[in-house]
């Protein structure tokens, strides 16, 4: 009989902290291995392709000083999924960095196996002839964009995580992979059904977002054995309760009943969630179908511009009023006044917070104006220098641009800040947000960081 195996999902994601109480209760009881997520599409496209992080290294470093020397002292590993945000070679370069940097303090060492999962251009080109399908409502892929992908990577799941297992690594730093492979390859490895290991990992990939009050800055201890597992916050001040557990199991997911991984669909139907005590709770019943095809996400951004912007506040009541009036008088003049950059160049953007900046038109404008709106102007060039330009346009346009029955002449803007303007740097876009039916390689490699 497969023996319980107890883990730590330390936070919802790594660098964005976790109470040293957690900690501390955790490490109380026997642990198999910590893990943690370090990673996700939901930044958006910017940080794959610009190869940089989106939680800072002075946190990624306080988080990771914390627990290297625990799984020293307990020889258990440390499980760390799509490194560095993204996942792509220069994400996961930054996280060995701050690993060899804390073990250089420790003066210690750790055995690390690292999973590359970045795409060469050869299995692009064969991905693009005729094996790449939609993903999350992506478009068809523009073959055009085939050599033209920023730091393209394949997502995988538990099986690279498993071997690199098998290797006796104290630490393993993966690539880009899914969530749930982080916390569900040492369950499966050891023998655990493999649905009640991804459903037990989707729940801890979000660390305490499962308990009450949320937490994703904060520990989940899960506990799994053949036909069950439990989830608890080592934290006394989070509780969860079946009603949560069951609610973050639709966590990202449009059907309550399953949610889908590379190994298949994950059956939630006959789950049960049984409160244990007032913060444990109990989950039965998940069920793996194994795929019928294996696929593999693969994405990739590609370079469009440059961005800049400006920030400002609307409180005129007529301005409020007309600004669709305003907005299309702005897009004209700065037409007509720019000449450093051609038409089809250059986009123009205006988000007005308070009105529709976030529906953007998918809700109807309230009947009643809002007092106050906040505007950001944005622009994306070919150069920063141009898209500085036209947003300087914009702005001057836009802070003395007319609207009917305007009484005044003053500005109609307001600036929080001076400068005005943003340069924002390089944009990106995702070219290759989409599924392949080919197996890419994963490159695994073992090395010492000291």
């Keep these: 009989m497969t023996k319980t195996i107890r883990y730590l999902s330390l936070c919802g994601l790594l660098g964005y902290g976790y109470s040293l109480a957690s900690l501390e209760n955790a490490l109380k009881q026997e642990l198999d291995f910590i893990g943690v997520d370090a990673g996700s599409t939901d930044p958006g496209p910017y940080y794959l392709g610009s190869g940089k992080g989106f939680v800072k290294r002075l946190q990624v470093k ?6 290297l020397p625990v799984i020293k002292e307990r020889k258990i590993p440390l499980i760390i999924g799509s490194a560095g945000g993204s996942g792509a070679r220069p994400h996961v370069e930054s996280v060995l960095e701050i690993i060899t940097e804390i073990a250089g303090e420790m003066q210690s060492s750790f055995k690390t196996a690292v999973i590359y999962s970045d795409l060469d251009n050869d299995f692009l080109h064969r991905a693009a002839d005729g094996h790449l399908f939609s993903c999350g409502g992506s478009g068809e892929f523009n073959t055009l964009y085939t050599d033209k992908l920023s730091n393209p990577v394949a997502q995988f799941g538990t099986e690279p995580i498993i071997s690199a297992l098998e290797t006796g690594a104290e630490i393993i730093v993966a690539g880009r992979c899914c969530d749930t492979a982080v916390f569900a390859s040492y369950p499966i490895w050891k023998g655990i059904p493999a649905g009640l290991a991804l459903h037990a990992a989707k729940i801890a990939e979000c660390g305490a977002l499962c308990a009450r009050p949320v937490g994703a800055n904060d520990s989940l201890l899960v506990e799994i054995s053949e036909d069950h597992f439990t989830v608890e916050p080592p934290n006394p001040v989070r509780k969860c309760t079946p009603d949560s557990v069951a609610a973050h199991s639709l966590y990202e997911q449009p059907d309550p009943n399953c949610f889908y991984e590379p190994e298949g669909k994950i059956d939630l139907s006959g789950c049960s969630f049984e409160a244990l005590t007032d913060s444990k709770v109990k989950v039965s019943g998940s069920q793996l179908i194994p795929a019928e095809l294996n696929t593999t996400k693969l994405e990739g951004a590609r370079m ?12 005129d009541p007529g301005a409020i009023a007309h600004l669709d009036d305003i907005e299309s008088g702005v897009r004209n003049a700065v037409a007509e006044s720019a000449n450093f950059v051609s038409a089809g160049e250059y986009s123009l953007r205006f988000l ?16 009643i104006p809002p007092r106050e709106v906040g505007l950001v102007i944005e622009a994306v060039a070919p150069s920063q220098e141009k898209a500085d330009a036209l947003v300087a346009l914009a702005r001057s346009k836009a802070l003395h641009q007319g609207f009917p029955e305007r009484k005044a002449t003053a500005g109609n803007l307001a600036f929080p800040f001076s400068p005005s303007d943003f340069s924002g740097g390089a944009v990106y876009e995702f070219a290759l947000y989409h599924l392949t039916d080919l197996t890419p390689e994963y490159k695994t490699e073992i090395v010492v960081l000291k």
């Design 352 to 367: 007005r917070y308070g009105v529709d900046g976030v529906t953007r038109g998918n809700e109807a404008l309230p009947e």
């Design 62 to 67: 306080r988080d990771l000083a914390l627990i």
């Design 304 to 315: 469009i511009g440059y961005r800049s912007i400006s920030i400002a506040g609307l409180r």
